[in-house]
């Protein structure tokens, strides 16, 4: 007889919900179900907005200090339970312990950050003639917020939602991917414990078409934020769109690293390797093309093969992964590429792999691998390395790599991504906006961009 796991009920409107349907939740490197999440209905999606309707107005007008000190304490007890919560994102998706700890520790931070924003908050008063007539121009939250996360960085992309929606005056239903539902669940569970009112953070597990489609085509949902791929976007859109509601799209990248030739190699490797396999390639933005000028692709393939072979990876999360993997490469192979590594390992692992001789028309430089696949790419000249940068139809994260700093800027603009990095491979602060450009999505999350995402603007103006 198999153990009785232990079970996770929806959150809404305050409270825990236990629901007739359970979906389990697995160790991707065993396989095996540790724990069942509540699979929502139709019937609570519109449960769980109703309750946010009713929370919403009362929320939106608070003041800005007292919302500010309400995320802080929310802040605060994500601090507190940082630990659990990265446990449970190392169980649910094989992310190695110590980058799940990273990313908790700088989703809190972003937490922080947005109840700071959250004081912030400024209205403007633009005075015409005397007594008090003029013009004021006001940020209001733009009401209820869905929020549908993917699986690969579940913590984060909550936050990257929760936090300045929260700091707008938003309330929000959050929807987790189900690959790894608990960790989400964890941080709408300490937003509620942290003393947020009833119904301004909910949760529902469950499956993603059904709740995804009751979400987004829900009359009381004004904004549907979404994290993901391209094609469940397309489909989010559909439903969406019609219905006129705010809508962010942030989606697949397929990051270019131009390596100019005054470069440091050391610093490019560095970048490559980092950014190419963390968490299994399985980051939205990874280094997957290296374009490296041809005089020094042999010296940089040398200093690669050194540190790829010291990269240790965790489990693919996902099935459809592993077999995208497989026939990433094997496609590369049929098209007369080189592929070193990226094998079998077992237990849902592989090992990292390097490509070299493909270029357009190879599956894996055309479309998002989302596996720890690197291909290096030799060019002749600088323009060269930059139509290649911006040749598929994704725009989300670039790097570059060079000593004078003027010309690693130029290049960093004519790269056509919402983010670009110059030697060195931290992508991510809260002041700073993430933005998919091109297929890579639509709108923005953190920095001030990513509060305004949040906010519908008011003219009151007085004329007598
Ligand atoms: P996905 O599109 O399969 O799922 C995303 C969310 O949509 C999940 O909550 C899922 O349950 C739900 N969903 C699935 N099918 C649905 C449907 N038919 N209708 C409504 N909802 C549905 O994506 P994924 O596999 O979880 O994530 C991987 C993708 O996300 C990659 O392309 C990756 O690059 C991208 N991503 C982008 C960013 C970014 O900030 N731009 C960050 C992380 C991941």
Redesign the pocket.
């Known amino acids: 007889m198999s153990a009785v796991l232990p079970r996770h009920g929806l959150i809404i409107d305050g409270a825990e919900v236990a629901t007739a349907e359970w979906m389990d939740v697995t160790d991707p490197g065993t396989g095996a179900a540790f724990a069942q999440v509540a699979a929502a209905s139709p019937g609570d999606v519109d449960r769980a907005v109703h309750a946010a309707r009713a929370a919403v107005a009362a929320w939106r007008a608070t003041s800005p200090v007292e919302r500010g000190q309400a995320i802080a304490r929310f802040a605060r007890a994500l601090d507190a339970e940082a630990g659990r919560i990265a446990e449970l994102i190392h169980r649910e998706e094989g992310k190695p312990l110590g980058e799940a700890q990273a990313e908790v520790a700088r989703g809190c931070e972003v937490v922080h950050h947005f109840a700071g924003e959250a004081e912030r908050l400024w209205s403007a008063f633009l005075p015409a003639g005397g007594g008090g007539r003029g013009s004021e121009v006001r940020p209001d939250g733009i009401g209820v917020v869905a929020a ?6 579940p913590v ?2 909550v936050i ?1 939602k929760l936090a300045p929606a929260l700091a707008a005056g938003c309330c929000v239903v959050v ?5 790894a539902p608990l960790a989400a669940r964890a941080v709408c569970e300490v937003a509620n414990q942290s003393g947020l009112g009833p119904g301004i953070v909910s949760c529902l597990t469950g ?3 059904l ?3 009751a979400l ?1 085509t829900h009359p009381g949902v004004d904004k549907v934020a ?8 397309e ?2 859109a559909g ?1 969406a769109s019609p219905r006129l509601k705010a809508l962010s799209l ?4 397929h990051g270019p690293l131009v390596v100019i030739d005054d470069a440091d190699l050391e610093i490019a490797v560095d970048v490559a390797i980092s950014q190419g396999y963390a968490n299994a390639g ?5 280094v997957n093309r290296v374009l490296v000028p041809r005089a020094l692709e042999q010296a940089f393939l040398e200093k690669f093969r050194t540190r790829v072979a010291e990269v240790a990876l965790g489990p693919m999360a ?1 099935d ?1 992964g592993l077999v995208r993997h497989r026939d990433l490469l094997a496609d590369a192979r049929a098209k007369g590429a080189t592929v070193e590594g990226g094998e079998d390992l077992g237990g849902a692992r592989v090992a990292p792999a390097l490509v070299t001789g493909a270029g357009p028309g190879v599956r894996l430089v055309d479309e ?1 691998p ?1 596996t720890p696949i690197v291909a290096v790419m030799p060019y002749a000249a600088l323009d060269d390395a930059i139509a290649e940068a911006n040749r598929p139809d994704y725009g ?1 994260v670039g790097y570059v790599c060079g000593h004078d700093l003027r010309r690693a800027i130029d290049v960093a603009h004519a790269i056509e991504c919402g983010t670009v990095v110059i030697n060195g491979w931290r992508v991510v602060v809260p002041y700073a906006p ?1 933005a ?1 450009w091109r297929g ?2 639509i709108g923005c ?1 953190l920095g001030r961009p990513g509060l305004e995402a949040f906010i519908r603007w008011q003219h009151v103006r007085v004329l007598a």
């Open positions: 549908i996360t993917p699986w690969n960085f984060a992309l990257w929807k987790p991917a189900q690959e499956d993603g078409p709740v995804g489609e987004a979404f994290t993901g791929s391209r094609r469940v976007a489909i989010i439903w942030e989606l697949g990248g399985q980051a939205c933005y990874s996902t459809r998002e989302f989300l993430y998919g890579s999505g999350e």
